[in-house]
């Protein structure tokens, strides 16, 4: 099993910055995958990025040059470091995991870009 808490979200202006920061409860190398996933109102739940346990990364095109996943295997942690943000990126943004064929997910922190 894994628990995931994620921090970060909030209000910034278009052009703007925010890292999202993932504490997982687990050696994030024992996860097969970790990533971002974004859902705004209305909207379906979309990949934004992934990495793997080997550290193969996948960014959703809408975000490529602006959005960069890393992670700190001492904290067990991933990041989303977000800029250039854009109105269109506010979403409710989640941490996944999958581990052993399972999702798992954070409770989702919020960000808003304001235009």
């Known amino acids: 099993q894994v628990q995931l808490v994620e921090s970060g979200g909030g209000l910034v202006q278009a052009g703007g910055s925010l890292r999202l920061s993932c504490a997982a409860s687990?050696?994030?190398?024992?996860?097969?995958?970790m990533g971002w996933y974004r859902q705004a109102p209305g909207k379906q739940r979309e990949l934004v990025t992934t990495?793997?346990?080997?550290?193969?990364?996948n960014y959703a095109d809408s975000v490529k040059g602006r959005f960069t996943i890393s992670r700190d295997t001492a904290k067990n942690t991933v990041y989303l470091q977000m800029s250039s943000l854009k109105p269109e990126d506010t979403a409710v943004y989640y941490c996944n995991a999958f581990y052993r064929w399972i999702n798992y997910w954070g409770q989702g922190t919020q960000v808003t870009v304001s235009s």
């Open positions: 990495i793997t346990s080997g550290g193969y990364i």
């Open positions: 687990r050696n994030i190398f024992s996860i097969d995958a």
